[in-house]
């Protein structure tokens, strides 16, 4: 006889850890970095706005990257939050599944978007009489609806399946969040043709943007080096793509640890310490390190101040 998956209709997230005190540092330490991922990436979004130096086609992927960023940490790190400070760990099932969605959706947006982004700086460098031409404020808007587009289709073929999952009235989830591993692990339906899926998709995915993201630096690093002749003008060239090289590699990095497995029944215990990690440090510090290092972003930054300080003293 079929049991219904209905028979759960919420889960139990058991979070990190059982030690008041150390909820209480995970509380403090998730609030603060929470607060600056979001400030960061908020003036990131402003500054391009308002700025007329800041509307370039740079800045325009770094705007949607950014609401990328803020929506993702948005997705993963409030709800948590409020189980540290209240004790609430329940999720519904309806949630659960709604976060698990959005998750993957913004993520794999995330890994099309910096791809894109990467394709820019490939053509900044190696094709700078062209570049206006051929990145128009028209192609790059289309470029980012394809990336939006191709997100949600990545989370449409893998989701789908984990509907109609059994849990046998078991609903404890050995995370601080709803993941498919994790999902995967409680559910007593045969999950391997899934777990096959999802390891498909993930990988298909990964490999597919960051192969682009190689190619493009392939050719940036191979211009630099020919064309370039002096040092002066090679480390300049080096300086415009290094912060997106960062990101890219935390991200990156972050996303096949986790999800590129055998099998999604293995590690769910690492794999916490490590989506803490980058759902929330690593979302902190891509704001920063995409502004820390740009002039442009520092002069829009005290234009902008300067102009509040103007309008609140009249």
Request: aromatic share 14%; with cysteine; glycine share 2%.
């Amino acid at each position: 006889m079929m049991r219904n998956h209905t028979s759960v209709t919420t889960f139990i997230l058991l979070g990190l850890t059982d030690d008041p005190q150390m909820k209480v540092l995970i509380f403090i330490f998730l609030f603060v970095t929470y607060t600056l991922s979001v400030t960061g990436n908020l003036t990131i979004i402003i500054l391009s706005l308002v700025d007329s130096h800041l509307k370039t086609t740079m800045y325009f992927f770094l705007q949607n990257f950014s609401f990328l960023e803020i929506s993702f940490t948005t997705v993963c790190i409030p709800r948590f939050l409020y189980s540290l400070s209240t004790g609430d760990n329940t999720v519904t099932y309806e949630a659960c599944f709604a976060q698990i969605f959005f998750i993957i959706f913004l993520g794999a947006t995330e890994f099309f978007l910096l791809a894109v982004m990467s394709y820019d700086c490939y053509v900044d460098i190696c094709k700078p009489l062209h570049y206006v031409t051929i990145m128009t404020r028209r192609v790059c808007g289309k470029l980012v609806f394809c990336c939006w587009i191709t997100g949600f289709l990545v989370i449409i073929t893998p989701l789908c399946p984990c509907l109609p999952l059994e849990f046998c009235n078991y609903n404890v989830i050995d995370h601080f969040l709803c993941d498919v591993p994790s999902l995967l692990k409680i559910s007593c339906s045969d999950t391997l043709f899934i777990e096959q899926k999802v390891v498909a998709i993930a990988i298909l995915t990964t490999i597919m943007t960051l192969l682009c993201v190689v190619l493009s630096y392939i050719y940036i690093i191979e211009t630099i080096i020919i064309k370039f002749p002096s040092a002066q003008q090679r480390m300049k060239a080096f300086s415009t793509c290094l912060s997106h090289m960062i990101v890219v590699s935390m991200t990156y990095g972050g996303c096949i640890f986790i999800y590129v497995k055998l099998s999604a029944k293995d590690g769910v215990a690492i794999n916490k310490c490590v989506a803490l990690l980058t759902t929330s440090f690593a979302l902190m510090l891509n704001p920063f390190i995409y502004t820390l290092r740009n002039k442009q972003v520092k002069q829009a930054f005290i234009d902008l101040i300067k102009r509040i300080s103007f309008i609140s003293n009249k």
